[in-house]
């Protein structure tokens, strides 16, 4: 989603976060933990509340992040939660970029989507991200490949807490704002202003940008600048 709507979904991002999250990302965040040298330079982009940032940092404290979100909204809560070490930069990745110099890894979870709404822009972007990342250095995307399925959606994160009643309770008052967040994805999938990405799309764009794939997840990625 773009900066402007994030106001009601940051209200909920965490609880969704919290409870529905897909049963692989703890393996992922330790899978990339192991990847990263010791104080490698991070940098998440869109990182949202940082929730997931938190988990990685956890895993490896030595980590040096810059942490990039345009929305007010999520920067506050990612700033509470990750505390005074980070470099915060409230702005959108495609303005951030030329201050952050050469870095080990960037980091895009469920971001990506939103920067542009045809391949070719991201090529671009991806052409001048290269420059960017140290000899080595990484690309993990975690990002959307579809559509949302509402009522699948519904059903899922509601047999992830029926059995918790005081949480169920939660996840019915919280769903319309995530309902509205997904409708509105859809709408600008449609209209051709969000883009999904599958592995093909991906490493057409990223191989051509001189990134290497380093394996694959579902709907996670990992790429990898050569080393010189």
Known sequence: MKPDEYEDYAEVFDFFSRYMRPDHLPAFFEKVARLLPEGALLVDVGGGTGFYTRQLLDLRP?????????APEMMAQARARL????VFLEELF?????????????LFCRSLYAFYGEHGAYQAMFDRLYHHVSPGGLL???EFNQRMDLRREFKYYGAQTVSQPDVFEQFLRKWPVLRKAMMAFNEKVEAGIYTLFGKGELDAILVEAGFSSVESDGNVYIYRKPSE
Request: glycine share 6%.
């Open 140 to 142: 993990v995307i975690w």
């Open 83 to 86: 505390g005074d070490a980070p």
């Open 62 to 70: 030595d980590l040096r992040l810059t942490f990039v979100e345009p």
């Open 94 to 106: 495609t303005q951030a970029l030329p201050e952050l110099g050469v870095q080990d890894v960037f």
